[in-house]
Protein backbone atom coordinates (compact mmCIF):
# COMPACT_ATOMS: atom_id res chain seq x y z
CA UNK A 1 0.00 0.00 0.00
CA UNK A 2 1.22 3.70 -0.32
CA UNK A 3 1.21 5.44 2.81
CA UNK A 4 2.15 9.41 4.47
CA UNK A 5 2.61 9.50 8.10
CA UNK A 6 2.22 12.84 9.74
CA UNK A 7 0.88 14.43 13.04
CA UNK A 8 -2.49 15.38 13.48
CA UNK A 9 -2.07 18.31 15.27
CA UNK A 10 0.34 20.80 16.17
CA UNK A 11 0.42 23.78 18.61
CA UNK A 12 2.71 26.84 18.76
CA UNK A 13 2.78 30.08 20.03
CA UNK A 14 3.67 33.35 17.76
CA UNK A 15 7.06 33.95 16.93
CA UNK A 16 8.14 30.49 17.74
CA UNK A 17 9.69 27.78 15.18
CA UNK A 18 7.57 24.60 14.44
CA UNK A 19 9.16 21.38 12.45
CA UNK A 20 6.07 19.30 10.65
CA UNK A 21 7.32 15.97 9.67
CA UNK A 22 6.20 13.13 6.57
CA UNK A 23 7.13 9.80 6.55
CA UNK A 24 6.15 8.02 3.45
CA UNK A 25 5.62 4.31 1.96
CA UNK A 26 5.00 4.75 -1.71
CA UNK A 27 5.40 2.45 -4.65
CA UNK A 28 7.21 5.25 -6.73
CA UNK A 29 8.84 9.30 -5.39
CA UNK A 30 9.50 11.57 -7.88
CA UNK A 31 9.30 14.15 -5.37
CA UNK A 32 7.97 15.74 -1.86
CA UNK A 33 5.72 18.36 -1.60
CA UNK A 34 4.07 20.35 1.03
CA UNK A 35 0.64 22.64 0.46
CA UNK A 36 -1.11 25.00 3.11
CA UNK A 37 -5.22 24.76 3.62
CA UNK A 38 -7.18 27.32 5.46
CA UNK A 39 -10.46 26.04 6.59
CA UNK A 40 -12.93 26.36 3.55
CA UNK A 41 -10.00 27.18 1.10
CA UNK A 42 -8.30 25.52 -1.20
CA UNK A 43 -4.40 24.01 -1.21
CA UNK A 44 -1.72 26.54 -1.57
CA UNK A 45 1.50 25.15 -2.74
CA UNK A 46 4.64 26.04 -0.30
CA UNK A 47 7.13 24.05 -1.61
CA UNK A 48 9.08 20.94 -3.85
CA UNK A 49 11.74 18.45 -3.09
CA UNK A 50 13.02 16.29 -5.70
CA UNK A 51 16.74 16.04 -3.84
CA UNK A 52 17.87 15.48 -0.56
CA UNK A 53 18.21 18.50 1.36
CA UNK A 54 16.81 21.74 2.70
CA UNK A 55 14.91 24.34 0.14
CA UNK A 56 14.20 27.56 1.97
CA UNK A 57 11.69 29.89 0.81
CA UNK A 58 11.27 32.96 3.07
CA UNK A 59 9.85 31.47 6.79
CA UNK A 60 9.17 28.29 4.93
CA UNK A 61 11.63 25.95 4.46
CA UNK A 62 11.71 21.96 3.34
CA UNK A 63 13.74 19.27 4.16
CA UNK A 64 13.86 15.76 2.38
CA UNK A 65 16.10 12.32 2.54
CA UNK A 66 15.33 9.84 0.34
CA UNK A 67 16.97 7.26 2.26
CA UNK A 68 15.21 7.72 5.23
CA UNK A 69 12.00 8.28 3.42
CA UNK A 70 11.20 11.17 5.40
CA UNK A 71 10.90 15.42 4.76
CA UNK A 72 9.54 18.17 7.33
CA UNK A 73 8.47 21.20 7.11
CA UNK A 74 9.40 24.25 8.76
CA UNK A 75 8.07 27.53 9.94
CA UNK A 76 9.62 30.38 11.80
CA UNK A 77 8.49 32.98 13.15
CA UNK A 78 5.25 31.81 13.50
CA UNK A 79 1.82 34.64 12.59
CA UNK A 80 -1.49 34.03 13.43
CA UNK A 81 -2.09 33.45 10.09
CA UNK A 82 -0.24 30.22 9.51
CA UNK A 83 -2.74 28.53 11.63
CA UNK A 84 -4.01 26.32 8.89
CA UNK A 85 -3.65 22.74 7.93
CA UNK A 86 -0.62 21.39 6.36
CA UNK A 87 -0.28 18.62 3.89
CA UNK A 88 2.54 16.54 2.61
CA UNK A 89 2.38 14.90 -0.51
CA UNK A 90 4.32 12.50 -2.82
CA UNK A 91 4.20 12.47 -6.53
CA UNK A 92 4.72 8.63 -6.99
CA UNK A 93 4.65 8.47 -11.17
CA UNK A 94 3.54 10.32 -13.86
CA UNK A 95 1.37 12.86 -12.29
CA UNK A 96 -0.38 10.90 -9.57
CA UNK A 97 -0.28 12.67 -6.49
CA UNK A 98 -0.64 11.23 -2.80
CA UNK A 99 -1.77 13.70 0.04
CA UNK A 100 -0.63 12.66 3.76
CA UNK A 101 -4.12 12.58 6.25
CA UNK A 102 -2.87 16.67 7.00
CA UNK A 103 -1.65 18.58 10.35
CA UNK A 104 -3.63 21.01 11.79
CA UNK A 105 -1.12 23.90 13.31
CA UNK A 106 -2.65 26.05 15.88
CA UNK A 107 -0.87 29.06 16.13
CA UNK A 108 -1.25 30.83 20.07
CA UNK A 109 -1.01 34.45 21.25
CA UNK B 1 -2.46 36.92 -11.85
CA UNK B 2 -4.73 34.68 -13.54
CA UNK B 3 -5.35 32.04 -11.11
CA UNK B 4 -7.42 28.33 -11.82
CA UNK B 5 -11.54 28.90 -12.38
CA UNK B 6 -13.84 26.59 -11.03
CA UNK B 7 -17.76 26.51 -11.71
CA UNK B 8 -20.25 26.20 -10.19
CA UNK B 9 -18.89 27.21 -6.77
CA UNK B 10 -21.65 25.22 -5.41
CA UNK B 11 -23.86 22.61 -6.53
CA UNK B 12 -26.66 20.54 -5.01
CA UNK B 13 -28.16 17.29 -6.45
CA UNK B 14 -30.10 14.35 -5.08
CA UNK B 15 -29.51 10.64 -5.22
CA UNK B 16 -29.19 8.76 -8.71
CA UNK B 17 -28.85 12.75 -10.26
CA UNK B 18 -25.53 13.66 -12.82
CA UNK B 19 -23.38 16.66 -12.27
CA UNK B 20 -21.21 18.00 -14.43
CA UNK B 21 -18.36 20.16 -12.88
CA UNK B 22 -15.77 22.50 -14.98
CA UNK B 23 -12.31 23.61 -14.75
CA UNK B 24 -10.59 26.29 -16.67
CA UNK B 25 -6.82 26.21 -15.81
CA UNK B 26 -4.12 29.16 -15.86
CA UNK B 27 -3.76 30.26 -19.42
CA UNK B 28 -0.13 28.35 -21.16
CA UNK B 29 -0.66 25.52 -18.22
CA UNK B 30 -0.48 22.16 -19.44
CA UNK B 31 -1.43 19.69 -16.74
CA UNK B 32 -4.94 19.31 -15.05
CA UNK B 33 -5.29 17.64 -11.58
CA UNK B 34 -9.20 16.82 -10.13
CA UNK B 35 -9.35 15.80 -6.39
CA UNK B 36 -11.93 15.07 -4.33
CA UNK B 37 -12.19 16.37 -0.69
CA UNK B 38 -14.62 14.68 2.20
CA UNK B 39 -14.69 16.92 5.57
CA UNK B 40 -11.66 16.84 7.74
CA UNK B 41 -9.91 14.50 4.96
CA UNK B 42 -7.02 15.17 2.28
CA UNK B 43 -7.44 15.73 -1.17
CA UNK B 44 -7.94 12.50 -2.96
CA UNK B 45 -6.68 12.32 -6.26
CA UNK B 46 -8.57 11.49 -8.85
CA UNK B 47 -7.01 11.50 -12.18
CA UNK B 48 -5.10 13.95 -14.07
CA UNK B 49 -4.63 15.39 -18.01
CA UNK B 50 -1.17 16.24 -19.82
CA UNK B 51 -1.79 18.25 -23.17
CA UNK B 52 -5.60 16.99 -23.24
CA UNK B 53 -5.10 13.54 -22.97
CA UNK B 54 -5.56 11.31 -19.78
CA UNK B 55 -2.66 10.87 -18.19
CA UNK B 56 -3.29 8.84 -14.79
CA UNK B 57 -6.13 7.31 -12.91
CA UNK B 58 -6.41 7.91 -9.15
CA UNK B 59 -9.18 6.67 -7.03
CA UNK B 60 -12.24 7.86 -9.28
CA UNK B 61 -15.21 5.64 -9.44
CA UNK B 62 -16.32 4.39 -12.72
CA UNK B 63 -19.82 6.58 -12.31
CA UNK B 64 -17.17 9.15 -13.03
CA UNK B 65 -15.47 10.55 -16.19
CA UNK B 66 -13.42 13.39 -17.24
CA UNK B 67 -12.01 15.14 -20.33
CA UNK B 68 -10.27 18.11 -21.44
CA UNK B 69 -10.88 19.94 -24.23
CA UNK B 70 -8.97 21.92 -26.85
CA UNK B 71 -9.15 24.96 -24.92
CA UNK B 72 -7.67 23.08 -22.25
CA UNK B 73 -10.52 23.18 -20.26
CA UNK B 74 -12.27 19.97 -18.15
CA UNK B 75 -14.81 18.99 -17.12
CA UNK B 76 -15.69 16.15 -14.46
CA UNK B 77 -18.77 14.46 -15.04
CA UNK B 78 -20.52 12.65 -12.42
CA UNK B 79 -23.64 9.72 -12.90
CA UNK B 80 -25.95 8.03 -10.41
CA UNK B 81 -24.85 10.42 -7.76
CA UNK B 82 -24.84 9.20 -4.13
CA UNK B 83 -24.78 10.57 -0.84
CA UNK B 84 -21.06 9.96 -0.68
CA UNK B 85 -19.83 11.91 -3.43
CA UNK B 86 -20.76 14.78 -1.43
CA UNK B 87 -17.91 16.91 -0.82
CA UNK B 88 -14.66 19.20 -1.93
CA UNK B 89 -13.89 18.52 -5.96
CA UNK B 90 -10.61 20.72 -6.51
CA UNK B 91 -8.85 21.09 -9.93
CA UNK B 92 -5.28 22.15 -10.13
CA UNK B 93 -3.11 23.45 -12.87
CA UNK B 94 0.20 23.15 -13.14
CA UNK B 95 3.35 23.76 -15.78
CA UNK B 96 6.51 22.57 -14.35
CA UNK B 97 5.78 18.56 -15.16
CA UNK B 98 5.13 15.71 -12.24
CA UNK B 99 5.49 16.92 -8.79
CA UNK B 100 6.17 20.54 -9.39
CA UNK B 101 3.33 23.28 -7.91
CA UNK B 102 0.04 22.92 -8.18
CA UNK B 103 -2.51 25.58 -8.58
CA UNK B 104 -5.70 24.92 -6.92
CA UNK B 105 -8.98 26.47 -7.98
CA UNK B 106 -11.09 27.41 -5.25
CA UNK B 107 -13.21 24.38 -5.64
CA UNK B 108 -17.17 23.07 -6.09
CA UNK B 109 -18.82 21.98 -3.27
CA UNK B 110 -21.51 19.18 -3.64
CA UNK B 111 -24.02 18.55 -1.86
CA UNK B 112 -26.05 15.34 -1.94
CA UNK B 113 -29.07 15.12 -1.00
Known sequence: GQSLEQPSE???VEGAIVQINCTYQTSGFYGLSWYQQHDGGAPTFLSYNALDGLEETGRFSSFLSRSDSYGYLLLQELQMKDSASYFCAVNTGGFKTIFG???RLFVKA | AAGVI???RHLIKEKRETATLKCYPIPRHDTVY???QGPGQDPQFLISFYEKMQSDKGS????FSAQQFSDYHSELNM???ELGDSALYFCASSSQGP???QHFGDGTRLSIL
Do not use: E
Request: net charge neutral.
Open chain 1, 10 to 12: VTA
Open chain 1, 101 to 103: AGT
Open chain 2, 6 to 8: QSP
Open chain 2, 34 to 36: WYQ
Open chain 2, 60 to 63: IPDR
Open chain 2, 79 to 81: SSL
Open chain 2, 99 to 101: GGP
